[in-house]
Each structure stands twice: as structure tokens, then as C-alpha cells.
């Protein structure tokens, strides 16, 4: 049945390699179960539900992308666009969590109706690369500044805006440990790093009191805070358009440079460059999207951490389907996540945050028309504590730098209307 299913002689694999590959992605993925109730339950959602939501929206999304694209790769709620909803959305704008699942659930609607027909690839082509690794850096140092600012490092400071917090309080000295412990760890290929570095903490917390134990196994908390809790009507709003376009182009480059980055790593890309059966790995994710909307989670998208699995030897469905089995069983685990204080997920933040600005390396930091609208999008995100805000800001400087500069030829249609609607957006609808 299984090799019916995910046909492992033809991708030189078998069971055994399978089930080891979605082991060491589970593992390297698994911080997400602690880091997302902790983040949206800074909106008033029960953090319990949430943890319930993250953990089947992760089983069913990566259990979609097994059986329809066949592809070793997994899925959960997506790291920046969960600091979105909470930071940005609904601390920062004033929406309620309903609202912002609403903007979820019509964003991965709309990824859907874009992956069946096939604008995606219009989409993508239409935006330099340089800003895409901006958008990426940017929702990095939102992250990194998210996990100071949780850890105690970076405080609030009515004379500077920000400033240095007590370092010599337990939360800061954990949090640095922790994150130092996540590196090394890394650097020393350990599998799991990122959940290592999450559970030390807290066991050093828990033991020397500085946090409460909640146990380890239970069952599983109940959903119905967060379930069919959605607006969608409260969603339509006007004011809510570019966080609807920020949620869905975030998760769009983040699933498409997240699938070929795996793909290649696992050899499925085609002798021409592209990716078999993108369509329906995309359609997969955005199927995940909406579950994990109506459940009551953030955005759930494609994880690079798939990688891990794939240098493991998985080469098929059957390592995403394993990975979708274990979030089923982490259910159970509640109460050690509910033990997890915010600044042993500090350390995960700011490991992430390191990941996603490595990609400004690749800028073409000679030419200043490219540099400056790079330097505008990263910077905007974490300093208007908005993704959406850095997105829009990118696009309009690109757009001016490259007109006035004579230099118009390099855009294309699609940019300049983006550009267009972000300045009448942020002009006349800004929230």
C-alpha cells in the first residue's frame, strides 16, 4: 500500500529511511507547538485551544502535502506571519483575533484561487528578488526585536523609544544561554536544536523556580475557544485589505522559495528547472491555511525545516505523513506547554530571525537603486512594528528610486500598480 501510495522504489527510498526523515523533521519543527500558543495568546486567545489548533492544523496540512503532492515536506503555522496576527493586527491595529482569523481565511482562499489558476507564477516573476529577500530580512528583525523585547533584553524607554533591560534578571540570562545553546547546537548539526535549546531553559527555570510545572501528559485541552471563531465579515473591511495582501504574499514567496529550496535539496526539481507538481503542493498549503483559520491558528504554511528531513533521506509523502502522526501525538502534551515561559521561546525567535536575514547577502549592495529600497523594506517592518507597512514601503520606494532615477525600464505593470495602491492604501486608508 505504501509504495502504491508514495511510489518509494521510484524515489530510492523505503519505510525505514521514511520514518527516520519525518522523525528529524518533527524534531527540528516541533518548537513551533511552544512558540505559537505563547505568541497568540498575547491576543486573549486561550492558549490551551491554540496549542490544540497548532497542533492539528500541523497534522493536517502535512498530511494534505503527502498524499496529494507526495512531497517529504511539512507544514504548521508559519513563523512572522503568527508575530503579524498578534503584533501587528491586533496590538498594534486594534482588530480583534476573530477579525484576524477572518483575514486568515479569506487570504488562503484567495492562495487557493491563485494556485488553481495558476496567477501564482505572474505574481512572482512581477516582484524583484532583491525585495523578496528584503521582505524576508524584514520579518527577521521584527522577529529578533520580538525576542529581546520577550526575553527582557530590549525594554521600552520613554527618553530613546527603546532601551537596554536588566540583564541581570533570570529572563535575560536564560534567554542569551538559551540562544547561545541553540547556535552551538546547530553549528554541531544536532538534530532538534531549536526544541533542545527550548526545553533547557525552561527545565533551569522550572528548577530553580523562577516558573511554575504544569506537568508533562494530558489530555488534550479543549478547542472550542478558538473553533469557528473567525469573522470574516468583520475582515472585509477596507482597512483590512493590505493585511489580507500581506498575509497571502507573505505566505506566497514564503511557500514557493520554501518548496524549490527543498526540492532541490531532495532532487525532485525537473531537468528544466522547475518543480513538478508545484500546483498541487501549493493547493495543498492553502488548503492547510484555511483549516488551520476555522480551527484558530495563524497562517499555517510550509516549513524550510523539511530540509532537515530530506538531508535524513526523505524523499517522499511518507516522511510528511510520519511528521503529521507525531503532531497528533504531541496533542497529549499539553501541559509541558503550557509550562513553557516566554523566555525560553525568546531563544527560537531570535534563531529564526538569524535564518531569515542571512538572505541579504545575496543584495547587489553596489547598486544604491537596488540597496536603499532593500534597506527600507527590512527596516520599516520592525521600526512600524508591521510587516504589511514594510511590504508597502518597500514596493512604493522601489518604484520611485527606479522612475526617477531613469531607470523605468526595469519595472514591470504589476509593481507599479502594487506601488499605486500601497501609497492611496497608507495615504488615505492607513489604520
Not at 235 to 264: C, M, Q, R
Not at 367 to 378: E, G, N, R, Y
Request: hydrophobic share 60%; with cysteine; net charge neutral.
Amino acid at each position: 500500500m505504501l509504495e502504491r501510495l508514495f511510489q518509494l522504489k521510484a524515489h530510492n527510498t523505503n519505510v525505514r529511511t521514511e520514518i527516520l526523515a519525518g522523525v528529524t523533521t518533527f524534531l527540528a519543527m516541533a518548537y513551533i507547538l511552544f512558540v505559537n500558543p505563547s505568541i497568540l495568546g498575547e491576543t486573549g486567545m486561550d492558549k490551551g485551544a491554540v496549542f490544540v489548533a497548532t497542533c492539528l492544523a500541523a497534522a493536517i496540512g502535512s498530511a494534505v502535502m503527502g498524499l496529494i503532492a507526495n512531497y517529504p515536506i511539512a507544514l504548521a503555522p508559519g513563523m512572522g506571519l503568527n508575530a503579524f496576527f498578534t503584533y501587528t493586527v491586533v496590538l498594534h491595529m486594534g482588530h480583534t483575533w476573530q477579525v484576524a482569523l477572518g483575514a486568515v481565511f479569506i487570504s488562503a482562499v484567495l492562495f487557493f484561487l491563485l494556485s488553481i489558476f495558476r496567477i501564482r507564477e505572474w505574481i512572482i516573476n512581477s516582484i524583484p528578488l532583491p525585495l523578496r529577500s528584503a521582505i524576508a530580512a524584514g520579518i527577521g528583525l521584527f522577529l529578533a526585536l520580538i525576542a529581546l523585547n520577550n526575553a527582557g533584553i530590549v525594554v521600552k524607554n520613554p527618553a530613546t523609544m527603546v532601551g537596554l533591560g536588566d540583564l541581570k534578571q533570570p529572563a535575560p540570562i536564560l534567554a542569551t544561554l538559551g540562544f547561545v545553546l541553540i547556535v552551538a547546537l546547530e553549528a554541531l548539526k544536532v538534530r532538534g536544536a531549536v526544541l533542545i535549546g527550548i526545553l533547557a531553559v525552561t527545565v533551569v527555570s522550572i528548577l530553580m523556580g523562577f516558573t511554575p510545572f504544569g506537568g508533562i501528559i494530558s489530555a488534550p485541552p479543549s478547542l472550542a475557544p478558538t473553533f469557528l471563531q473567525l469573522d470574516i465579515k468583520g475582515a472585509l473591511d477596507i482597512g483590512l485589505v493590505s493585511v489580507i495582501f500581506a498575509f497571502l504574499f507573505v505566505d506566497l514567496f514564503d511557500n514557493s522559495g520554501t518548496l524549490i529550496g527543498v526540492a532541490k535539496r531532495a532532487g525532485l526539481m525537473g531537468k528544466d528547472g522547475h518543480m513538478p507538481k508545484m500546483g498541487r503542493a501549493l493547493i495543498a498549503d492553502s488548503t492547510a491555511a484555511m483549516a488551520g483559520s476555522l480551527l484558530g491558528t495563524s497562517t499555517t504554511t510550509s516549513y524550510i525545516e523539511s530540509a532537515a528531513g530530506v538531508s535524513a533521506g526523505g524523499r517522499t509523502g511518507l516522511t510528511a505523513i510520519v511528521v503529521a502522526i507525531l503532531f497528533l501525538l504531541a496533542l497529549f502534551f499539553s501541559p509541558l506547554a503550557a509550562s513553557v515561559p516566554a523566555f525560553a521561546t525568546a531563544p527560537a525567535l531570535l534563531f529564526v530571525a538569524v535564518l531569515m536575514t542571512s538572505g541579504l547577502a545575496e543584495i547587489d549592495w553596489d547598486d544604491i537603486t537596488v540597496a536603499a529600497p532593500v534597506v527600507v523594506t527590512a527596516l520599516a517592518m520592525p521600526f512600524t512594528y508591521s510587516i504589511a507597512n514594510g511590504i508597502a514601503f518597500g514596493f512604493i520606494a522601489w518604484t520611485a528610486i527606479k522612475l526617477v532615477s531613469g531607470r523605468g525600464r526595469e519595472l514591470n505593470p504589476a509593481l507599479v500598480i502594487l506601488s499605486i495602491l500601497f501609497v492611496i492604501k497608507l495615504g488615505w486608508f492607513n489604520a
